[in-house]
C-alpha cells in the first residue's frame, strides 16, 4: 500500500489484522494511554492519573493493546509497568498528526 501502488494483494487475514489495529486506535482513551507511556515505562497508578481516568477503564484498554502487542506488560514486585512495544503505531499517529489541517 505504498506510493499509491500496491505490491501484492493482501490476504483477507491480512486486511483483517490491520483493520483490527486500526479499531484499537479509533478510541480516544487508548491514544491517551499509547501517549503516557511512549517514553518509559509506566505503572497502571501512573497511567491512571496521566490520563484522568477511572482504573477499572485503563485496565480494561491496557489488556486489549497488551493482547494485540501493541504495549509491553511487565510485572516488577506488586507493581505492573506498561510500555511501548510496537514503535511502529507511535510512528503511525506522528504521521497522522502532521498530516492534519487546523
Known sequence: MSNGKIKRKMTDAELERI???FRLLGEPMRLKILQAVCQEPLTVND????VG???A??????ALLAA???LTREK???CVY????DQLTVKMCELV???LTD
Do not use: D, P, W
Open 19 to 21: 483493520a483490527l489495529h
Open 47 to 50: 497511567i491512571v492519573s496521566a
Open 53 to 55: 481516568a477511572t482504573q
Open 57 to 62: 477503564n485503563v485496565s480494561k484498554h491496557l
Open 68 to 70: 494485540a502487542g501493541i
Open 76 to 78: 516488577a514486585g506488586q
Open 82 to 85: 506498561y510500555g511501548m512495544k
Open 97 to 99: 498528526r502532521s498530516n
